[in-house]
């Protein structure tokens, strides 16, 4: 056969109808299994393949999503992606995904792309600033936000407990007699970021403490200086305490081209976990995130827009518990792996 197997082929060697064999495709539940069965036969033997541009077409779905994220080398955010597009493939969906650069106006040029696809759907970590995506043109498309919400937006929303999250990373801090603690935070313009300075600085005045927040860009010569910094002025901080895995890892960097001892010079805690957190020594405590988790919901909210066709609900905003994970960095010397969950 010269030409490309087509659906009435399926259809004639299977002995049933094209529409029998739209069901079966489309995992239609009203067919039987033996029928079912001829069926998924006929299609291995014939080796066909669906045409997904003329289904398209005809069911006016694309049975695509997309996903808008700052930056893919953050593995916070690769991971969520990761997450969203395995819920995708359960539901025979695939994902478009691609970065902002933390930029609005980048954000809103690529989600218009994505719109020309025809993707059903958007998943977007929200960039620092003001969104167009409240634009007329993207009111008929589903938007979820994830990891932050877009103020003053009505689209469904994801984060967790940023603020309760930091505070018990500090409160850790305090607990081991640390009294000067630095804050290094990535970005002010970031809500995650302003929400755990928030945390921070709760815990610190609950504390009676003076806070010492610094914000860095993603520069290690930047972190290098003020560690530097830090570390060679009259009183140094006793502690640090990092907004996000990046900052973390600058300041590890920071800290060991140094020779500042961990924890006795300096003690250490995070928010965001990271592969090697658990790997170098002394390993990392941190805040975790349930990264797969936030990624799953994210999707699992799109994909109840994408089937409620009178999109009457109101905007959902789920806000899920993070955990503080304890190991060596903040002087405990434990050398066993706890954990406290923020309820």
């Known amino acids: 056969?010269?030409?490309?197997?087509?659906?009435?082929?399926?259809?004639?060697?299977?002995?049933?109808?094209?529409?029998?064999?739209?069901?079966?495709?489309?995992?239609?539940?009203?067919?039987?299994?033996?029928?079912?069965?001829?069926?998924?036969?006929?299609?291995?033997?014939?080796?066909?393949?669906?045409?997904?541009?003329?289904?398209?077409?005809?069911?006016?779905?694309?049975?695509?999503i997309g996903i808008i994220v700052p930056n893919l080398h953050d593995p916070f955010f690769a991971q969520c992606a990761h997450s969203i597009n395995l819920v995708a493939k359960e539901r025979s969906y695939s994902t478009v995904i691609t970065t902002s650069d933390e930029d609005p106006a980048t954000e809103f040029i690529e989600a218009k792309r994505m719109l020309r696809r025809h993707?059903?759907?958007?998943?977007?970590?929200?960039?620092?600033?003001?969104?167009?995506?409240?634009d007329p043109e993207f009111e008929r498309t589903p938007i979820v936000t994830l990891d932050r919400p877009a103020p003053g937006s009505s689209f469904d929303s994801i984060t967790v407990q940023n603020k309760r999250g930091a505070?018990?990373?500090?409160?850790?801090?305090?607990?081991?007699?640390?009294?000067?603690i630095a804050c290094i935070g990535l970005s002010n313009q970031l809500w995650t970021v302003n929400e755990r300075l928030y945390g921070y600085r709760a815990a610190m005045e609950a504390a009676k403490l003076e806070p010492d927040a610094y914000v860095v860009t993603e520069s290690q010569t930047e972190m290098l200086q003020?560690?530097?910094?830090?570390?060679?002025?009259?009183?140094?901080?006793?502690?640090?305490?990092?907004?996000?895995?990046?900052?973390?890892?600058?300041?590890?960097?920071a800290l060991s081209t140094l020779n500042a001892k961990i924890p006795e010079q300096i003690a250490l805690a995070g928010f965001d976990d990271f592969e090697m957190a658990s790997i170098i020594r002394p390993a990392v405590t941190v805040v975790r995130q349930p990264t797969d988790v936030l990624g799953r919901i994210a999707a699992e909210l799109l994909f109840s827009r994408l089937s409620d066709h009178v999109q009457t609900n109101k905007a959902k905003r789920i806000v899920l518990p993070v955990e503080l994970v304890i190991r060596d960095s903040c002087g405990s010397h434990s050398g066993r792996f706890s954990r406290k969950t923020v309820t």
């Open 1 to 64: 056969m010269n030409r490309p197997t087509r659906m009435s082929d399926v259809a004639k060697l299977a002995g049933v109808g094209t529409m029998t064999v739209s069901r079966v495709l489309n995992h239609n539940v009203h067919v039987t299994d033996e029928t079912r069965a001829r069926v998924v036969d006929a299609i291995a033997k014939l080796n066909y393949v669906p045409n997904e541009v003329a289904r398209s077409l005809r069911d006016q779905r694309t049975r695509q």
């Open 226 to 253: 003020i560690v530097r910094v830090l570390l060679g002025s009259k009183a140094p901080p006793t502690a640090l305490f990092c907004t996000n895995n990046l900052v973390m890892r600058n300041a590890l960097h």
């Open 167 to 180: 505070q018990l990373a500090v409160h850790h801090l305090i607990e081991h007699r640390h009294r000067r």
């Open 119 to 134: 993707i059903e759907g958007l998943i977007i970590v929200p960039a620092p600033g003001k969104s167009q995506l409240r």
